[in-house]
């Protein structure tokens, strides 16, 4: 059994990303600048945030933070989108979800130049990804193809099983995986709380994606010997021995499975790293999309 070690993975593909930054920087050329727009006072989100703009300096990125109180209206938020798109400082930038309820999400996530949506949910970036033309793909779906690359997954004429059917997760992953691309190439069937049958169609499956956000929900009696299983769920569950808290479970009883699979991506450490890494890359992409 193979552990696909996202946190190296992802500190790989960073420190790939800081050298073409340096080499940009001994060319005289501007480097990326990637701005994140933060609405309200979430939590999480601002963990996120936080982290997305770490890791852009750490890989040598121009970032902006900006952050706009709870109460902001959609209009002025539109405003600060329309800002963005005609800024030539901004490369891509973000809009970090979710936004507060009296905000409709899609009106701002449309509004987003598609030049600039590094985080690849615009329909112009989605739409490309299905067509399989260059573009940003977002960034867990990204994420989780590259680290099936670099390890050299087959994935083939495989019978792949996708359990989640977001827009953000699921649904791209569910594409991607049936692109005639090497990874890709597999056989997909796409899960959904509607699904009825889920225990034989995993069983069946060579490779199991778990994107569904219920803990240890995929269990050892739902994967075959030498399947493979990438668990993108995180789900924040109380746990008084930590520190903070709370622990984070994957979508995947890790214990009992792992030892049935060729390859799987532990939580922490899996899915979770390659997001960032994934962010990172577009903003480096969204040079070659100026123009
Ligand atoms: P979502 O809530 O938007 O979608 C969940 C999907 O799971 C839905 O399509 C639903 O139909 C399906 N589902 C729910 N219960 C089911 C069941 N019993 N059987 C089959 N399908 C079922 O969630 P999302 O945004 O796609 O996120 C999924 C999980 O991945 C969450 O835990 C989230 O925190 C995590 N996530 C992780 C990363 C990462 O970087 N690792 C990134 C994004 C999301």
Redo the contacts with the bound molecule.
């Keep these: 059994m193979t552990i696909l070690d996202g946190k190296a993975t992802s500190k790989a593909i960073r420190e790939e990303i800081a050298v073409e930054v340096g080499k940009l920087k001994a060319s005289g050329k501007k480097v990326p600048h990637l701005a994140a727009v933060i609405v309200g006072s979430d939590g999480a989100s601002q963990t996120y945030v936080n982290a997305k703009v770490k890791d852009c300096r750490d890989v040598g990125f121009e970032s902006t933070h900006i952050e706009l109180p709870e109460e902001t209206s959609e209009e002025d938020v539109l405003k600060q989108i329309e800002a963005l798109n005609n800024d030539p400082e901004i490369d891509g930038y973000i809009v970090q979800l979710p936004l507060p309820k009296h905000i409709d999400e899609q009106r701002v996530l449309l509004a987003i130049d598609p030049a600039k949506d590094v985080d690849g949910f615009h329909p112009a970036s989605v739409g490309k990804m299905v067509l399989g033309l260059d573009t940003f793909i977002s960034a867990?779906p990204w994420g989780i193809m590259e680290l099936l690359k670099r390890y050299n997954v087959p994935t083939s004429g495989k019978n792949c099983v996708v359990?989640?059917?977001?827009n953000?997760?699921?649904r791209p992953m569910s594409i991607l995986l049936s692109m005639p691309t090497e990874p890709g190439n597999c056989t997909v069937t796409l899960?959904?709380?509607r699904?009825k049958n889920?225990v034989e169609l995993c069983y069946n499956a060579d490779i199991v994606v778990a994107?569904?956000?219920?803990p240890e929900?995929v269990t050892a009696n739902m994967i075959k010997e030498g399947a493979t299983v990438i668990d993108?769920?995180?789900?924040r569950v109380k746990d008084e021995t930590k520190k903070s808290g709370f622990a984070l479970k994957g979508?995947v009883k890790f214990d009992e499975v792992a030892p049935k699979c060729a390859f799987i991506t532990p939580v922490p450490g899996g899915?979770?790293p390659m997001?960032r890494a994934a962010l990172m890359r577009n903003t480096l992409k969204a040079i070659d999309f100026k123009d």
């Design positions: 867990t359990i989640g059917r977001s953000i997760v699921g899960a959904h709380s699904t889920l994107a569904l956000g219920r929900f993108v769920g995180i789900t979508d899915v979770g997001t």
